[in-house]
C-alpha cells in the first residue's frame, strides 16, 4: 500500500509515495505485458497459489501473514506428547479426586 510522505526539502514541501515492497506479492520484479492473473487454492490454510502471466512468467504462493497449518522442521514431537501425557493424567487424577470427594460426602 502507497503512503504518502511530507519532506521539507529547500524549505518547500514535497510530496513522494513511499511504496512498501513487501506488500506486493512480487516484491520488486515486474510482470511486464501483464495478461491475466490465476489463483488457486492451495491444500495449506489460508494459503492460494497465484500465476501471473504476460511477456514474463511469475508463481508464488501467498498466505496472510504465515502457514497456519505448517509445523517447522525443529517442532518437539516428544514435549508435545510429555503434554498430552500429562493432561491425560491431570483428567484422571482429578476425576479421581472428585469421586472420592462425592463419596465422603455421601457418607456425611
Not at 26 to 34: A, D, I, P, R
Request: with cysteine; glycine share 4%.
Amino acid at each position: 500500500m502507497p503512503i504518502g510522505l511530507c519532506v521539507l526539502l529547500n524549505m518547500h514541501f514535497l510530496f513522494s509515495l513511499f511504496e512498501f515492497l513487501q506488500s506486493y506479492i512480487t516484491h520488486s520484479l515486474k510482470v511486464e505485458g501483464l495478461r491475466g492473473i490465476v489463483t488457486v487454492p492451495a491444500k495449506l490454510e489460508s494459503t492460494s497459489l497465484v500465476f501471473a502471466y504476460g511477456v514474463d512468467l511469475f508463481f508464488t504462493q501467498i498466505a496472510p501473514s504465515r502457514t497456519y497449518d505448517s509445523l517447522t522442521e525443529d517442532f518437539s514431537y516428544a514435549l508435545l506428547l510429555l503434554t498430552i501425557v500429562a493432561l491425560v493424567a491431570a483428567i484422571f487424577v482429578t476425576w479421581v479426586l472428585s469421586e472420592r470427594k462425592d463419596l465422603q460426602e455421601k457418607w456425611k
